[in-house]
């Protein structure tokens, strides 16, 4: 079975800290992702990456960055918190399409920023 | 542009059968998914359809009609733990297939 972790299911910070949200994948899949996911608003694409040290903007990458330097880690990086970040934050992970090869999820972190 | 659309809320009751109706329009189509999510946990697949008709898997049930843009996800034998929302998600054509388009989603509650 596929699986993705992330690293904390929980998080509270504080305005203006800078925040690491951590994703691996244990089947060495060449595509990882970061979501978010609001209320009434779906999931929404911040970044992906499509091999190490490549990535592509999403739909919303304002005030976030990632960083992918082993195939297997998607890390992403909040630079300096806000509010309005509070969120739902949903790593995935797949293999180039094929098939029914779909993305993968983690378990999800939930971040409060105060 | 591209998009998808299904009902934000739907109520069934146990034991019933529930049709949850997805509509997209993009440029190209490699397939859509179908995924469950229960409150507070993350997405897992339920099912793909590429090729024209009906996907059955257990009590789950899938159907797409390429030519008009549509798909339907058929919940039989409804369960309370069926209580989730359901997303459909499609390709994107941009990008070789690697992203996934989502609609926002379907909150189905199901009562005793």
């Known amino acids: 079975d596929v699986k993705v972790t992330q690293s904390s299911r929980y998080l509270v910070k504080r305005t203006g800290e800078k925040v690491f949200l951590e994703c691996v994948q244990d089947?060495?899949?060449?595509?990882m992702f970061w979501y978010r996911q609001d209320p009434g608003l779906g999931l929404r694409l911040i970044y992906f990456?499509?091999?190490?040290?490549?990535?592509e903007k999403g739909d919303i990458p304002e005030g976030y960055s990632v960083s992918r330097e082993k195939k297997e880690r998607f890390s992403l990086i909040l630079e300096s918190a806000s509010t309005n970040q509070t969120s739902m934050y949903l790593c995935?992970?797949?293999?180039?399409?094929?098939?029914?090869?779909?993305?993968?999820f983690g378990p999800g972190t939930r971040l409060l920023v105060l | 542009g591209q998009n998808i659309d299904q009902p934000t809320e739907m109520t069934a009751t146990e034991g019933a059968i529930v049709q949850i109706n997805c509509t997209y329009q993009?440029?190209?189509?490699?397939?859509l998914f179908w995924y469950q999510q229960h409150a507070g946990e993350a997405p897992t697949f339920l099912s793909y359809?590429?090729l024209d008709g009906l996907e059955e898997k257990g009590r789950f049930s899938s159907f797409l009609s390429r030519s008009k843009g549509y798909s339907y996800l058929l919940l039989k034998e409804l369960q309370m733990k069926d209580s989730a929302s359901y997303l459909c998600?499609?390709?994107?054509?941009?990008?070789?297939?690697?992203?996934?388009?989502w609609g926002l989603g379907t909150s189905l509650a199901v009562n005793p």
């Open positions: 995935a992970s797949s293999l180039n399409p094929q098939g029914q090869e779909t993305q993968y």
């Open positions: 089947m060495d899949h060449e595509n």
């Open positions: 990456s499509y091999d190490v040290k490549m990535k």
């Open positions: 993009t440029s190209g189509f490699n397939g």
């Open positions: 359809n590429v």
């Open positions: 998600a499609v390709r994107d054509p941009a990008g070789n297939n690697r992203k996934l388009i």
